[in-house]
């Protein structure tokens, strides 16, 4: 008997399971990517110094299998929520990355918001690189740089870019910093190792403040050529 039947069917179902765990790989990364954007919207959605308790419990019962932790004392909520692309990771396709979000509530107002995207790919010892949206009803007196509303506290050189805004930024100000590209939480490989790939609109704000500054990228971010 010839053994060639058998070797067919084995390859066969070889490239069956093959073609079925990359279906249900790709099937979890539409998901979680879904399910990161479907939280971002809803946190930009939120407006520092206006919106309410009641509306960040609306946010947080949309999202609840998401919400990571809440923590509440006196007059002050916190809302924690993760999307991580564990499977992903699992299998060796992507490195570690997950999207995070906080809402801060003080007197039934909401005081800050907090939006990030974080990939491990080990371009920095200290720090993954990353996407990371602030805003507050008054500007921190730490961050602040200047007199905007919305700034880059960023050094340069980081594989991250922080964006910091309080309640009298702009609309379009806001629509920038929160265009966050959540590429990177399932994006298979290597890659996403400059702050441009999280933050798209915002780098190109921060670099033209640097240049009003009389700075520039110089040495650092060699492969910016691709940040369009």
């Avoid at 419990?57 to 609840?64: D, G, P, T």
């Avoid at 809440?70 to 909520?77: F, L, M, N």
């Avoid at 060796?92 to 039934?108: D, H, L, M, S």
């Avoid at 999280?198 to 033209?208: G, I, R, T």
Wanted: hydrophobic share 40%; net charge neutral.
């Amino acid at each position: 008997m010839k053994p060639f039947p058998y070797l067919r069917k084995a390859l066969a179902v070889v490239l069956a399971l093959i073609v079925s765990v990359t279906g249900v790989l790709t099937a979890y990364a539409i998901v979680i990517k879904a399910e990161a954007r479907s939280i971002l919207v809803d946190i930009s959605s939120l407006k520092v110094g206006m919106s309410s308790q009641l509306e960040v419990e609306h946010f947080a019962q949309r999202h609840k299998p998401h919400l990571g932790k809440k923590e509440c004392k006196a007059d002050q909520c916190w809302y924690f929520f993760e999307v991580r692309n564990s499977w992903l990771w699992w299998v060796g396709i992507e490195p570690g990355a997950r999207f995070q979000a906080w809402v801060t509530v003080e007197n039934g107002k909401v005081e800050g918001l907090h939006a990030e995207l974080q990939r491990e790919t080990r371009v920095f010892p200290t720090y993954p690189s990353a996407g990371i949206v602030e805003e507050y009803v008054k500007y921190p007196e730490y961050f602040r740089s200047g007199d905007t509303h919305y700034e880059f506290p960023t050094p340069v050189g980081k594989p991250y870019l922080l964006v910091v805004l309080d309640s009298q930024a702009t609309p379009e100000q806001r629509h920038r910093a929160y265009a966050l590209s959540l590429t990177c939480l399932v994006k298979p490989g290597g890659g996403c190792d400059l702050p441009c790939d999280y933050l798209p609109l915002a780098w190109k704000d921060w670099e033209a403040h640097l240049k009003s500054e009389g700075w520039e990228f110089g040495e650092y971010y060699p492969s910016r050529a691709r940040c369009k």
